[in-house]
Structures are given as C-alpha cells and as structure tokens.
C-alpha cells in the first residue's frame, strides 16, 4: 500500500548501515550448546568476555571465553558449575565486567566473578547464592542504574528483586501476574518494569510501589508467547504472532493507550533489543537447529523511527549503533557480528550519530537509594576514542548477621554452647587468612597459566 511504500523509502541515518560476519577464524568452534527446551538467548556477552550456556552432565554450567582469543574451544575448558540443575538464563552486570548471574531450573540465582584470566579448573564457588524462588527461576536481568540491583522471575509467576551485595530481598512483586511470565524488561533509567505473560496480557510495572501502572491485553492475537522491551523514548516494541502464525512488531505507547503494529510472515519466535543511546531496536528470529533451515541474511531485521513518524525497515543483520557487536549462537558455535560501518564508507571521521553516547560502567545510584524512590538517568561515555574496559573490581558481599534483629536474651538464662575463648576478634582473624589463602592461590594459579602459555610458545617457537 502506498503507507507502507512510504515508510520504505523515508529517508535515516542508519539506512546503508550493514553489520558484517566476521571471518572463520575470529568465530567460536566446538561448543556443545545447552538443548534445554527453554525461551532463552543461551548466551551473553560484554566487553571483556561471551559466556554460553552448555551441556552438562549432573548439573548446569556454561563456559565463559575472551572476546580476544577465538577460534576452536579446547573440550577440556573450565567451566563455570555449581547449579544442580540446567542454567536457563545468564546476564552480565552492566558495572562491573567480571561479574555475571545465572538462573537454573534448581530454583537459584548465582551471582560469579569472573578473572581476567583463563582459570585452571571450574569455577564453582559463587559469590553469592539468591534464594526465593519456589520453582525454576528462568529469567535475570541487572538494573541499568542502580549497583548490585539484580531482578529475577520464575516460574512460580514472581518477581524478585535482590540487593546482590548484601544477599537480601528489596522487594517481591508476587499478586500481579496469572500465569507464566515470558520476558522482563527495564526502562532506561530503570523506574519501570514492562513484562509479558501468558494471560496474553503487557504490564508496565513500578516496582517500588508494587502497582500495575499500565497495561495492554493482547497486542498480538496469537497464542505464541509475546515479547515486550522499553524504548529510550519510553514507548514500548512488542514482537508476537497473528492467530495465522505470522511474525507481528508492534510499538505502543500505553500511557496514551496508542500504538501500531506490523506484520511480517513466517513464523519463529522473535527476541527483541533495544538501545539506549537512539530511537533503534534490532528483532532476531529464533532458528531451528538445523542450520540450513534458514538464510544467515534473514536472521535480523533494525528498526527505527522519530516521533511522529512511524518505524523505518532497515537492512537485515545491522546492529545497534554504539554497541560492541552483535552475537549470533548457532549449531556447535557462535558468530559475532561487527558493528555496523556505512556502505560505501563515506568518512574516516568519528560519526557520532552512528556511534551515540553510550551507557559507561559506572552506576549513577547505589541500591539503598534507588529503594528510597530515588531516579537517574545512566552515566553516557563516549565511544569517539573507542572503549576500554576497566580492570577486575572485586565484588564484596556484605550479608548481615540475621542475629542481629533478635533481642538479647535474659542475663539469668544466659548461656553458650560454643567454645567461650573462641571471641569474635579470633573469627575475623580466620577469615582474613582464608581470604589471604584464596588470594594465594588465585596468584598462582594465573602464574601457572602464564607458564604455561610461555611454555607453549616456546614449544611452537622451537618446532
């Protein structure tokens, strides 16, 4: 029709953005990706490392490898274990790039840090352990903003939010969903939630006042699951399916109850993300495992718009502006995607609307404060002289002694079944050598690994 003719040809800035495969040797060979039946990417990525999740037997883990060191995954690499039951979903922690969280089907949430470099053995020791959940927990997502803000949901239809570094529950939204929640997702400055549910209905959540603030019933018709994220303008892009089975974006504006909706056909679940630095979301269809069953170039689709006109079909397989990269996982690998560069070049220069301001790693509000009610916008870095991740910061996990909240207990049936020399200054002395010990091994552990690499380049140097 001569409307959507129009929205074709509407002139953008991202029009001749095209993001490009990269080369045989720079993917991700020999991967035994996770055959869980779950809704899930399986994989996460930051600027340091990927982590995927994988086969395990008698448990869940998923590997974490380097960004810079590809090519063909040694079997015997360590991994990170410790669920007694499949991971279903991983996050990286948007402020600190060595820490990352799982959920599993064991009913947890484990929060890791991660080294700069390749351990020896698996890591299996979490930093903290989060427990709440009733059921498998298959959904985490960090807050953008706030520090150690971490949110999970499960399939006992909560939704928990955790301050990871005190190992304690901020809040439990458990009266607001009927049924099976499908996907979670922050606005910009993380104040709201907008979810999707099997009761076919999208919510937008305050989390703090516990209260359904909006909410749409069926933006999409069908009775496949429906996906919703928040744009940086606030609106919010759905992607579900027509009662024929035919792939469906929708954006709406729930505040004024508005929005529209465009089909697309073949059907496929469609996960949906956003970028905070423009008006701009990239859709990917869900594959089968069969990797001829569908062309490469069909995989993603970018769409972007400005108030008042509606959104703009882009080129298949452009990522997000001012992203690190697009990450495909497929049968047995993974394929990053470079970013996005203008065809044919048109500059050398720094494009700045290309490559906007983006979300940096330092959090602009700690947990206590975004509890109290308090609001900010993320802290933007600019990528003109390109970005470098900060080194390792150690996660601290301050729990608090639950002994604490009791009152004392009466001087005439005072009593002790522990050792009474033992005094608290002697237990803090225990710990501090533990932690002493830990460090000691960590040290040489990277030595080792350093030697060893040393000891393979030599080897190579010498055939």
């Known amino acids: 029709p001569p409307a959507m003719s129009r929205r074709v040809v509407r002139q953008s800035k991202f029009r001749h953005v095209f993001g490009q495969p990269v080369k045989a040797d720079q993917m991700y060979e020999d991967i035994r990706v996770s055959k869980v039946t779950w809704d899930s990417s399986f994989c996460a990525v930051n600027p340091k490392f990927v982590a995927i999740i994988v086969e395990s037997g008698g448990g869940g883990a998923f590997i974490i490898l380097p960004l810079a060191k590809t090519g063909r995954v040694d079997k015997n690499h360590p991994l990170v274990t410790g669920h007694t039951a499949p991971v279903l979903d991983i996050d990286w922690c948007p402020h600190n790039d060595n820490v990352i969280a799982s959920a599993s089907e064991d009913t947890t949430v484990m929060v890791w840090q991660v080294p700069d470099y390749v351990p020896m053995r698996n890591i299996t020791e979490p930093v903290v352990t989060l427990e709440g959940h009733s059921k498998r927990v298959g959904i985490i997502s960090w807050h953008p903003t706030a520090r150690n803000v971490l949110l999970s949901a499960g399939c006992d239809n909560l939704v928990i939010l955790w301050n990871v570094g005190t190992g304690e529950m901020l809040l439990v939204l458990d009266d607001m969903h009927t049924d099976l929640i499908y996907n979670v997702g922050w606005n910009r400055n993380g104040s709201l939630l907008v979810t999707t549910c099997k009761d076919k209905k999208v919510r937008v959540i305050d989390p703090r006042k516990q209260q359904v603030v909006a909410e749409k019933a069926k933006p999409h018709d069908g009775a496949r699951p429906i996906r919703a994220i928040f744009m940086a303008d606030g609106k919010i892009f759905t992607t579900g399916f027509s009662k024929m089975s035919e792939r469906q974006l929708g954006l709406w504006d729930l505040v004024r109850d ?71 996982g497929g049968l047995g690998g993974g394929h990053p995607i470079s970013p996005p560069s203008p065809s044919p070049p048109q500059s050398d220069l720094f494009q700045d609307d290309l490559y906007p301001d983006t979300p940096g790693p330092e959090p602009a509000l700690e947990a206590d404060e975004w509890l109290s009610g308090k609001d900010a916008e993320p802290i933007l870095i600019s990528l003109r002289d390109g970005y470098v991740p900060v080194k390792n910061r150690e996660l601290k996990v301050v729990k608090k002694n639950i002994l604490d909240n009791k009152p004392p207990p009466s001087p005439r049936h005072s009593h002790s079944t522990c050792d009474p020399n033992f005094s608290r200054p002697a237990l803090e002395e225990v710990l501090e050598e533990i932690r002493a010990l830990k460090e000691t091994v960590q040290a040489q552990e990277k030595r080792i690994s350093d030697l060893e690499n040393k000891l393979c380049q030599f080897t190579n140097g010498t055939d």
């Open 258 to 328: 508005g929005g529209s909706r465009l089909a697309s056909a073949a059907p496929g679940t469609l996960r949906s993300r956003g970028h905070a630095g423009c008006r701009e979301c990239s859709a990917a269809a869900r594959v089968p495992r069969e990797p001829r069953a569908l062309p490469r170039s069909r995989t993603q689709r970018l769409f972007w718009g400005t108030d008042p006109d509606p959104p703009i079909f882009l080129p298949s397989h452009a990522p997000p502006p001012g992203c690190q990269g697009r990450w495909r």
